[in-house]
T-cell receptor, first 115, second 115 residues
């Protein structure tokens, strides 16, 4: 069925290290992707997005890489901080048959940052 | 700028009852989408509204319905509640329709518990 899957459900890193979270998506027609961060008791928070005409996009301490050939996304977080501890979701935007769109989310990766 | 506001934050109902959840989008945003989040199924798309019209619908039974008002505020209704409807219900808004590849921003959700 429809799915956007994450390779690793949990990731533990040392404070100050770089983190890499991976994601595989299933719909080759998808042309827009978003990474979200969800902290306990809160809704998903937008981190960064990328369109399919790009293979890399950088934000503040974050970089998203898109490999359309193998349908793979990654989120890189530089100098990971304790405040980065959360569950991270990738999502692909799938267009409806005639109109509308929807986000299909991966299962999420829990990032734990050790001080 | 205020974010997406969802009310109530918590709700407890019993089987067979019905419930209405409310969502106020970010000012100026005209698209509202609803998602259900559960530990077992993750984040799943319910429906999307733009200019008071439902543009897309997910694979949920007809007990789940929604609407959008002229001020872009949205409500979703679940009738004949079942135990399996216990979940976090999230609302997301964006400037343009979901298929225009713009980021969707989420509220903190309504936690619905069915007894």
């Amino acid at each position: 069925g429809e799915s956007v899957g994450l390779h690793l459900p949990t990731l533990s890193v040392q404070e100050g290290d770089n983190s890499i979270i991976n994601c595989a998506y299933s719909n080759s027609a998808s042309d827009y992707f978003i990474w979200y961060k969800q902290e306990s008791g809160k809704g998903p928070q937008f981190i960064i997005d990328i369109r399919s005409n790009m293979d890399k996009r950088q934000g503040q301490r974050v970089t998203v890489l898109l490999n359309k050939t193998v349908k793979h996304l990654s989120l890189q977080i530089a100098a990971t901080q304790p405040g980065d501890s959360a569950v991270y979701f990738c999502a692909e935007n799938v267009r409806g048959g005639r109109q509308g769109g929807k986000l299909i989310f991966g299962q999420g990766t829990e990032l734990s940052v050790k001080p | 700028k205020a974010g997406v506001t969802q009310t109530p934050r918590y709700l407890i109902k019993t089987r067979g009852q019905q419930v209405t959840l409310s969502c106020s989008p970010i000012s100026g945003h005209r698209s509202v989408s609803w998602y259900q989040q559960t530990p077992g199924q993750g984040l799943q798309f319910l429906f999307e509204y733009f200019s008071e019209t439902q543009r897309n619908k997910g694979n949920f039974p007809g007990r789940f319905s929604g609407r959008q008002f002229s001020n872009s505020r949205s409500e979703m209704n679940v009738s004949t509640l079942e135990l399996g409807d216990s979940a976090l219900y999230l609302c997301a808004s964006s400037l343009e329709p979901a298929d225009s590849n713009q980021p969707q921003h989420f509220g903190d959700g309504t936690r619905l518990s069915i007894l």
